[in-house]
């Protein structure tokens, strides 16, 4: 296949990366009409950060707005994405509720759901990838990229041959902090193009300013599927720009066959929508810069902002390049993790309590814990064992697959919403963020009204849930 097809992110990751997550349903729908036009392979609407923030900052049913795009843009694909055994929360489900999210997602409207797991662990993946096949969807299993001594060229070429053989339709290079560099994307690609035969598709951001390079080398390496976003909302810690793209292959033999003019006046449309972000203090103009630190530390753009928040709390905004250099030691010490909710969540915090304790790992948090343990699966390379003696004790390690440990939980969910779920889809709204769906569906219900609207400036609390305040911080 010579022609390049291309995901637009703008309805997903280009403002979640950009603006917290704040587009709302009514700023896409104007555009819509457009988006389905334009000749893409699919449009990701749906899955990482947008469902917790429709319910929680924009009083939106994450389910009536899948339903909604999916009636505006009937001939294109929509994608979403999906943290594995996670689903769109940040701990393990059961194997029953992964099945249901899987089902009603497909039956709502989604087409493609990318799937990753944080560790690469193929078995958080298996129940995913099983029940998007069984219900009609399109299954794109994901890799993690990252840079470490264990991640190199052989392993990422044979976890995609591992992803293959479990059933993936397409294979996504997640490259979600722009680690990935141009050369090095036209040897993977093409190592992956000679051992793969599925189509491989290449998701980057622009943090370290070599997203584009990136996207043209793996295209020249024969690259299927590349990622971009419109250009109101693309490059810093968002994808490369769409339009430039399409303008750089026009007339060879990779166009993309999509039309410049369609997507011009989709930009106009989203251009309106950013300056309005800016407005309300949503979109901070920093995220459009580049941010080189992303290759020096291996730290992407939102986790540098959480960390600073972090330290901003503590009044230890001094410590911050103590802080950055201490998230490759606790990476090390974690086994080489890659950067990416959750993972990047629990080094990053655990990096900040080092420095600013005095002593590493005086104060270990239960995540931390919990991912030295195998809560979260098998780690990419072995441990710091006085590190992990220091967290568990004498704790067994889990080596099976932690989903196994984990009994039906959908019938305990259904339970609980009684009486407040007017659907399956709440309940699984509610099983994922139970006191942000409470809330919405008191909200939706006329039970309670809407406080005033404000628009948070400061991200990221982390509760004893695991439940977060704001998402801006959101790698995925």
Request: aromatic share 6%; hydrophobic share 40%; proline share 5%.
């Amino acid at each position: 296949m010579s022609k390049v097809f291309i995901t637009d992110t703008i309805l997903r990751d280009a403002h979640q990366s950009q603006a917290a997550t704040r587009m709302k349903l009514e700023d896409m729908l104007p555009a819509c009409e457009i988006l389905d036009k334009a000749g893409y392979w699919s449009l990701e609407c749906w899955g990482g950060a947008t469902f917790d923030s429709c319910m929680r900052f924009l009083n939106e049913d994450p389910w009536e707005r899948l339903r909604t795009l999916k009636k505006a843009m009937p001939n294109t694909k929509l994608q979403m994405l999906f943290r594995g055994q996670n689903i769109l929360g940040y701990k393990h489900y059961a194997d029953d509720v992964v099945e249901q999210f899987c089902k009603k997602s497909i039956e709502n409207g989604i087409d493609v759901v990318r799937i990753f797991d944080a560790l690469n662990d193929p078995r958080n993946l298996e129940a995913a990838v099983k029940f998007v096949k069984e219900y009609g969807g399109m299954c794109e299993t994901a890799i993690s990229y990252t840079v470490s001594p264990v991640h190199n060229e052989d392993y990422f070429v044979k976890l995609a041959m591992q992803l293959e053989k479990m059933g993936a339709d397409t294979i996504c290079i997640k490259d979600m902090a722009n680690l990935l560099l141009p050369y090095d994307a036209y040897s993977l690609v093409k190592k992956l193009k000679e051992n793969v035969g599925v189509p491989i598709h290449l998701h980057t951001h622009n943090t370290a300013g070599t997203g584009d390079m990136t996207n043209l080398m793996a295209i020249e390496a024969g690259v299927d599927i590349v990622d971009c976003a419109l250009s109101p909302m693309a490059n810093g810690t968002s994808n490369p720009s769409t339009e430039s793209l399409v303008a750089t292959l026009k007339g060879t033999d990779k166009d993309t066959g999509i039309d410049l003019d369609l997507l011009s006046k989709a930009a106009a449309h989203f251009r309106g929508i950013a300056t309005k972000l800016k407005e309300e203090g949503t979109l901070n103009p920093k995220v459009l810069n580049v941010d080189s630190n992303t290759l020096l530390y291996q730290v992407p753009g939102g986790m540098l902002s959480n960390l600073l928040n972090q330290l901003k709390e503590a009044n230890a905004e001094d410590k911050y390049y103590d802080v950055l250099a201490e998230v490759p030691r606790v990476r090390e010490d974690f086994g080489y993790p890659p950067l990416v909710t959750p993972t990047s969540q629990i080094v990053g915090t655990q990096a900040v309590l080092n420095v600013i304790s005095g002593e590493r790992y005086k104060m270990i948090t239960k995540e931390s814990k919990g991912l030295l343990k195998g809560e979260y699966g098998q780690l990419p390379a072995p441990v710091n064992e006085e590190v992990r003696k220091k967290a568990i004790g004498d704790d067994e390690v889990i080596t099976c697959r932690p989903a196994d440990l984990i009994e039906p939980e959908l019938p305990k969910y259904r339970e609980e919403t009684k009486g407040i779920a007017k659907s399956e889809e709440d309940v699984l709204s509610y099983a994922l963020f139970p006191q942000v769906a409470s809330k919405f569906f008191d909200l939706r219900d006329g039970r309670v009204q809407a406080p005033k609207a404000e628009t948070p400036k400061a991200p990221a609390k982390v509760d004893a849930n695991g439940v977060r305040t704001l998402i801006v911080e959101d790698l995925s």
